[in-house]
């Protein structure tokens, strides 16, 4: 309604009621000045926000003499591309951004499946004790990963999984899965009832009661839960680091963080590391934006 | 949620058992009757157990050792790791920096979050456009969605007290001496701060943006009819109406703050002189540089008893305020 008059404000009114309303809406919030010295603020603070980002586009693209002569805040005399060769050469780029594509990848999807099961059983199930589940689940969440690590080390060093991918799926499907659990369940035991006895009557046993009908059901809540598990275990940094001692199994952010105290990087290979870094979870966060948001706000209104 | 757990069981047990395998084979009738539902634990229960359970156990158990690690011999030594860890400077000196570290990720990003996000949607949403207090509300919240560790590796560089962006520009306006940011005891925890703060805005603004949304409008219109301005609306609607995400934030971000590791790990690795070191990273420390495994899995085991500590706290002043807010209704 706002937008279509804004779009129009040339042509004659279209409808005298529009018109008047929206006069009379500018009339009663229009306060002089004001509002522009406010939207002033609201930009100069997103504008400190980005800053960083700005500085590290425009020295990405900047030779190394063309940053000491002429500072981090002009514009590159010549694009350079060189830094951006050296990072993604250096650290074998396409290897971390597949290591980090599939251990995140499967620890969303297992961890997900994970959830699923355990809250079909708590939430929907009721099972005897499961306040105290539900407790033992809200706990885990809060445990620092300091106080997993050196046990989970020397178990992944005993099967064989230490400096693998693997470790890594099968420590945050878990670590992610208390979470989704907690969650899920909490959203299960709302469940309609009348729904699950229908289908009981229907002759449809447990399998086929989470499949066919708990599952469709509760499926946007899945799709926001495993969009978060994917980008949580893409962000960790902690345990791969711990895990991940060697080129070949590091994922994109423990890659940066080894090529920091190399003291031969220069300006651009840094920023150009920092770009190509940030790029994919740019990516994923513009194309779910959406389901972001509704995510990070159905999570803290009960 | 109470009701049908302590009805239905009865029923169960009170069905003749042969009713009850015949209503599961399918040929009886049939009523909702949970049951069994414990099959569908198991995988999630025994995944848990291997991958936190044990390790937790096995952690505290380390922690009543002196261990090197790896092969080397673990001797017995009872509470002395804690004993030690009452007079250890850097572990006191690690937990003061946790305050710092609740305050620069729980305090200021939630206030500054609550006045960005009433900004936006009481100025910007109405005066101007939703579209522009989308964009400005994705521009804030940029920073949490990243990895904190490469967000983390750009600020190193910016602060970098050679090449750093931040020293070259105050160079190029003629300041002769600046300061260096990461490596000067008393300027590292204030920009460690800073950086933090940078990261945590966002995160308080959206879901205060998504309270303000929830709020009945009416309220305020009521308000403003009786003469109230803006400030008065503020604090007699507002701060009231979203006490429930306030409260959400406060407890994720204090469990947060007391966690926090990566932005130090890339930032200053708790230095200079133990001015940033944090308890996580003191922990690091010791299991994998000191190879000091049962003093890191005691500070570990401290911390943990922390966070749980305080959050129980959290949550009970909520419960109470809560309970007072019904009485008062």
Known sequence: MAAVTETLPGAPANGTGTDTGERRGRDRFHRGPLRWVLLVVAAIVALLMIAPFVIMLLNTFKSPDDYSAHGPLSWPHEFYTHGLKVFWDRVDFPVKLWNSIWTSGLVAIFGVALSLLSAFAIGIGRVRGRLWLVGVFLLANMLPQEVLIYPLFRMMQNIG?????????????????????YLLSSVLGTFPRALLEAASLDGANRWQILWRVVF???????????????????????????MLTTNDTQT??????????DRMLDVPTLNAGTLVSLIPT???????????TRGITAGAVK | MSSAPATLPTQDSSAPPTARRAARRGSGRRRWVPSTYWLYLIPGLAAFVAIIGIPFVLNIWYSLHKWRGGITTMTWVGLDNYADLMHDDQFWQSFRNSVWMIIAMVIIPTVIGLLLAS??????????????????????YLPQILPVAVAGILWNWILNAQTGALNQILHGIGIENPPDWLGNPSTALPSVMLVLIWIQIGYPTVIFMSALQRVDPELYEAAELDGANWWARFRAITLPQIK???????????IAALKVFAPIYVLTRGGPEGSTLVPSYYSYLNFFDKSKVGYGAAVATVLTVIIIVVASVIQLLQNRSARKEERGA
């Open chain 1, 161 to 181: 999984l230490n400096n693998s991918g693997w470790s890594i799926v099968l420590i945050f499907t878990v670590i992610q899965a208390a979470f989704g659990t």
């Open chain 1, 216 to 242: 469709p059901v509760v499926r946007p809540t899945l799709s926001v839960l495993l969009i978060f598990f994917f980008i949580w275990t893409w962000n960790e940094f902690f345990i791969p680091l711990v």
């Open chain 1, 252 to 261: 994109v952010p423990i890659a940066l963080a080894s090529l920091q105290g």
């Open chain 1, 282 to 292: 740019l990516i994923f966060f513009l194309f779910f934006q959406r389901t972001l």
């Open chain 2, 119 to 140: 900004l936006l949607f009481d100025y910007i949403g109405k005066h101007f456009n939703g579209r522009v207090a989308s964009v400005l509300r994705a521009t804030y």
């Open chain 2, 244 to 254: 429930p995400e306030t409260f959400v934030i406060t407890l994720t971000c204090t």
